[in-house]
């Protein structure tokens, strides 16, 4: 298949790409600053673009099989953004008739018991906060989109660096946890799980979420 991949230099974007090689996709990595990417494969091409321009989502968009959305508003960029890109992301895709748009999200939004939601939680971290109400919202905007096929993908309340074991529990909108209740996943096996939804689509216009 053909993916492209936004925010493919970022930790989980990056995995998300070499995850795709692995398994022979031909995969565009679609970054700001393209000069400072340097990962080489034979099925990988790079590309600059900037997901708050339609017209660039456009150009990422067009000839692919799946559009993957990784950003991170990293190096101070207001947890806003991760809400305002929604609509040139979509716009973007559209334009491209490209119709199959996997988003990674954020824990937050998932339920912990019925009507509440892991940011709303008492013991909810204060400095990731802004970022999981954020990605909340850009969550509502994606779910009130009916012409392309999207997922939103959820993380476990952890997510972190660490192996790839291809074993994994699937969810829809309610956190996993283990029997310890930890949640958690390895940034490795996230990949993995986006790039088996978009072999095997199975949450079409529905939110995800992974865990051990």
């Known amino acids: 298949m053909k993916i492209a991949v936004f925010g493919a230099s970022g930790r989980i974007g990056s995995r998300i790409v070499q995850e795709a090689l692995n398994r022979g996709h031909d995969v565009t990595a679609i970054v700001r600053h393209p000069e400072d990417y340097t990962v080489i494969h034979d ?19 067009f000839d692919q099989d799946a559009v993957v959305c990784a950003y991170s508003n990293t190096r ?16 973007g895709l559209k334009q491209a008739h490209t119709k199959r748009l996997l988003i990674v999200g954020g824990a937050g939004s998932l339920e ?37 096929d999207w997922t939103y993908i959820s993380p476990a309340a952890v997510i972190e660096p660490g192996e790839r074991t291809g074993k994994f529990r699937i969810g829809s909108n309610q956190l996993l946890k283990d029997e310890k209740g930890n949640s958690f996943i390895s940034m490795e096996d996230f990949a993995v799980a986006v790039v088996d939804e978009i072999e095997n689509p199975m949450h079409i216009r529905e939110q995800m979420t992974v865990a051990y």
Do not use: C, W
Not at 45 to 61: H, I, P, R, S, Y
Not at 125 to 133: A, C, F, G, R, T
């Open 76 to 91: 101070g960029t207001p947890a806003s953004t991760i809400v305002e890109l929604a609509i040139p992301l979509m716009m």
């Open 112 to 148: 912990v018991a019925p009507g509440m939601q892991l940011v709303d939680t008492p013991n909810f971290p204060i400095e990731y906060k802004s970022v999981s109400s954020a990605h909340r919202d850009a969550l509502k905007i994606y779910q009130n989109e009916k012409e392309l």
């Open 43 to 61: 099925h990988l091409k790079v590309a600059k673009g900037d997901l708050f321009n339609a017209q660039d989502v456009e150009t990422g968009a």
